[in-house]
């Protein structure tokens, strides 16, 4: 069956054309020599410079190129085809071993590599197994365009299976920290954990987590499964998996220990991947008490931080990526204390296009540090995008110290009455302070109305959403609010803070909080229920939202500039 199935490669590579690029010329014509046999045409570029060229004029199936030539070098001639085919099998050729260039090889999707001197039946073998795995994603391809056009007369059961395979990726998907800051509220600062999360497809190769530890340290990764499709999917979600199980087993038997969780890693994951296969991997551990972090990086982009002076800082990757045969583990460790911001990511938010017609790592550094926040650096980023061509997962931490920056505060006792005319009281102030226009006064009001009354009924009436449902059902709910007003001598404490464009506003309240993971999984289930939803609406009317740990205080987050009267 082997032999059968080489027969239908040759077959396939009589078919394609390839471009062979080396600035010598003995090189050149062995390559004619040898490969003019095996493929239609082969075609001969003595630069980089010329090779994209003629690779420009179309008609290409494969590329092989040296990497230290003149003009242009392999890896230079590799980017400039990347922005004009993501696909195409690549096949770069070095005397040179360096770690940095293969790890710049790798994040530009280089297919193969060969080492000089190169013998003619190892050449084949590569040229090969790239023309095998070209083959694959074309009948790929031609078999997902054939499952398309199949269901396209079946819109629901398309819908029904993407939804599916969404929601099973994002259960094998933690997010201790979501909607909650990185750490308790101290003396007005505030750290925050936010990640952005977008991927291409369905089948995204990224995946990521966001786990706790313990009372101090939490853990973060991102993985990042190099090429795309099912292949790099399955790789990421086995990743993660495992990932999360290993951690949960880890802590239950108190035997956690970064190094070791690692390796660990890298011997599950090396029995599943293929010879060529690759990926990159980042694994934060940050202890919140301390301020200091752990990072094993493999072939990740640099971590980026501004530290507690306005020093910025790029913390470049000690591993080579993740395949079969990676065995060391390079953990670096740095005190960050009182550090302002920081930032990991996958690659896609280095290689996508932008409307400046460049790539997006010329911008990236210059948007981190004019971004206090991770949406402000997520608008920064997609505003510049000309088209999202890869997977864009990043994660940010960030301080926020608001000692001198508070306008007001107020104290409200838990009764309706006090409710209202405090709302009023205080969403005059905000307006006629800040000016803010009809649509910016309306979406704050909404937002700060139901988050108060949030604190009001569910934090210090501690009425929980199965009671309130049921208690509107039974047109019964103002006489138990009543009730439950005459039972209660708890505050609520708002207070009102201005940081540059923004608005911060956080109210408390002094119940017992609840339970934050029920708001985890709101945006793949649909509630028709009243619990939960006024949360998730009123994020929706800020640009962003947090709670403590205990979940009794909120941090609202608006921007109040002026945009013009609507």
């Known amino acids: 069956m082997a032999h059968g199935t080489n027969e239908q490669l040759r077959k396939y590579l009589r078919e394609l054309t390839i471009l062979c690029v080396d600035d010598e010329s003995t090189i050149r014509e062995s390559y004619r020599h040898i490969l003019s046999s095996y493929f239609q045409k082969v075609i001969l570029a003595k630069d980089g410079e010329e090779g994209l060229r003629i690779f420009e004029k179309g008609g290409i199936d494969l590329v092989l190129s040296d990497y230290m030539m003149p003009k242009k070098n392999g890896i230079e001639l590799i980017r400039a085809i990347r922005k004009r085919d993501k696909s195409i099998p690549v096949i770069l050729v070095t005397a040179m071993k360096e770690s940095e260039i293969l790890k710049e ?37 031609r078999e997902q365009e054939r499952k398309i056009k199949t269901l396209e007369a079946s819109r629901e059961y398309s819908s029904a299976q993407e939804r599916m395979a969404f929601e099973k990726e994002l259960h094998i998907i933690r997010n201790d920290r979501y909607y909650e800051l990185a750490a308790e509220p101290k003396d007005a600062e505030f750290l925050f954990v936010d990640i952005c999360y977008r991927p291409l497809d369905v089948l995204s190769g990224d995946s990521f987590s966001v786990r706790e530890i313990d009372e101090e340290r939490d853990l ?167 088209y999202q061509d890869d997977d864009i997962t990043f994660l940010m931490l960030s301080r926020l110290q608001l000692h001198e920056r508070k306008l007001k505060e107020f104290t409200l006792p838990s009764t309706l009455d006090h409710i209202k005319s405090s709302f009023e009281q205080i969403s005059g102030f905000v307006k006629g302070f800040f000016g803010l226009n009809k649509s910016s006064s309306a979406q704050f009001n909404y937002a700060f109305h139901e988050l108060l009354m949030n604190a009001y009924e569910h934090g210090n009436l501690w009425i929980t959403g199965e009671q309130k449902e049921n208690c509107i059902e039974q047109d019964s709910y103002m006489q138990t609010l009543q009730t439950l007003e005459r039972e209660t001598f708890s505050n609520i404490y708002v207070k009102l803070y201005y940081y540059k464009n923004y608005l911060i506003v956080t109210i408390k309240d002094e119940g017992k909080g609840f339970d934050l993971s029920r708001l985890r999984m709101e945006y793949l289930v649909e509630n028709t229920k009243f619990s939960g939803r006024g949360i998730k609406s009123s994020r929706e009317m800020l640009d962003s939202l947090f709670y403590n740990f205990k979940s009794n205080e909120v941090i609202m987050i608006k921007d109040i500039r002026v945009k013009g009267e609507v």
């Open 220 to 386: 973060y990764f991102i993985v990042d499964a190099m090429g795309k499709g099912i292949s790099a999917s399955t790789t990421a979600m086995l990743s993660t998996s495992f990932l999360n199980h290993n951690l949960d087993l880890q802590l239950s038997r108190q035997s956690y220990e970064l190094d070791g969780f690692v390796r660990e890693y890298l011997e599950y994951i090396q029995k599943f991947l293929l010879d060529d296969e690759m990926l990159s991997l980042i694994v934060v551990e940050f202890n919140r008490e301390s301020e200091k972090i752990k990072i094993a990086n493999f072939a990740m982009p640099p971590t980026l931080l501004i530290d507690r002076d306005g020093i910025f800082h790029r913390i470049n990757g000690e591993n080579l990526p993740v395949s079969k045969y990676v065995d060391k583990c390079k953990i670096t460790q740095m005190d960050i204390k009182g550090f302002e911001k920081l930032l990991i990511s996958s690659d896609g938010i280095y290689e996508t296009v932008t409307t400046e017609e460049a790539l997006s790592y010329r911008f990236i550094e210059e948007d981190f540090k004019a971004s206090h926040f991770k949406f402000e650096f997520e608008k920064r980023f997609f505003d510049r995008v000309e």
């Open 105 to 141: 090889a790798l994040n530009i999707n280089t297919t193969h590599f060969l080492n000089k001197p190169i013998e003619k039946q190892t050449l084949l073998n590569v040229l090969m197994s790239a023309a095998k795995n070209f083959l694959a994603e074309v009948m790929l391809r």
